[in-house]
């Protein structure tokens, strides 16, 4: 398996927006992924990676009951919905833009090495 992979071969994602106000919801697809996918997908690396689109603030919520994580986005919209002129105006697209995100390559199970054959 390569050293890095992108976030959507470990997990979907899910947005949404409220006004200004955009969130991106990320879930393994796999449940014992959660605290690896959480220890990469940061605060700091989420908002890097939407610098220029989100102007404020970038908050993140754990949800451990359902292994997601939740990516709170402020002034990320051009205004809302009755505001903007973007093509996107409710940020569906901001799902994919962070399954983007290079992440290492989950550790594997055990007994399925390269000692194995693969």
Do not use: C
């Amino acid at each position: 398996m390569p050293a890095t992979v992108p976030l959507r071969e470990l997990a979907f994602a899910r947005s949404g927006d409220k006004g200004d106000t955009s969130n991106v919801a990320v879930i393994p697809y796999d449940e014992a992924l959660f605290d690896h996918v959480a220890s990469q997908v940061t605060t700091e690396r989420v908002a890097a990676l939407f610098a220029g689109l989100v102007h404020g603030p970038v908050r993140r919520y754990e949800l451990p009951g359902i292994k997601a994580l939740n990516f709170v986005m402020e002034r990320a919209l051009g205004g809302g919905v009755s505001r903007t002129l973007a093509l996107d105006a409710h940020g569906k697209a901001y799902a994919n833009l962070v399954l983007t995100l290079e992440v290492d390559a989950p550790p594997a199970p055990e007994g399925h090495g390269e000692e194995h054959g693969r």
